[in-house]
């Protein structure tokens, strides 16, 4: 904020910072969906001040697990060349406070695959008539 006082003779200003306090909290994630092979980029929605720190979790394990996953102290997760076997899961974002005040918000993460052929199709001739 800035307060100007000014009058024929001069003028004189004052600015201020206001900081808001409180306490951690993640709001609601919806659940992200992302094909095969693609990068998973998501942002923990983490609100509160001052925030210390902010982790991702998986399983109970804080990220990152292995050279795929990225985390940020601004609490971005990346995961490169998602796979559904080792990628489709729960993840949670965990912001904590100096004052060891913490919040908890899990994000769902599901894995398409596109379509593959088990067994490819092949040309067969049939006579009118006869079954397929």
């Known amino acids: 904020y800035r307060c100007i006082a000014s009058?024929?003779?001069?003028?004189?200003?004052?600015a201020a910072r206001i900081n808001i306090y409180?306490?951690?909290?993640?709001?609601?994630?919806?659940?992200?969906?992302?094909?095969?092979g693609g990068t998973l980029i998501v942002h923990c929605p983490v609100a509160g001040y001052p925030i210390?720190?902010?982790?991702?979790?998986?399983?109970?394990?804080?990220?990152?697990i292995n050279r795929k996953q990225k985390v940020f102290p601004n609490g971005t997760l990346?995961?490169?060349?998602?796979?559904?076997?080792?990628?489709q899961a729960s993840y949670t974002c965990v912001a904590k406070n100096s004052q060891g005040y913490s919040a908890r918000g899990s994000l769902e993460v599901q894995v398409m695959v596109p379509p593959?052929?088990?067994?490819?199709?092949?040309?067969?001739a049939f006579a009118q008539g006869s079954d397929a």
Do not use: Y
Request: cysteine-free; aromatic content about 6%.
């Open 7 to 14: 009058s024929k003779v001069g003028s004189v200003d004052h």
């Open 78 to 87: 990346i995961i490169e060349n998602v796979e559904r076997a080792s990628d």
């Open 22 to 36: 409180g306490l951690p909290f993640v709001r609601s994630m919806e659940k992200q969906a992302i094909v095969a």
């Open 52 to 64: 210390d720190t902010i982790v991702w979790e998986r399983d109970g394990r804080v990220l990152p």
């Open 116 to 124: 593959r052929w088990i067994l490819e199709p092949t040309d067969k």
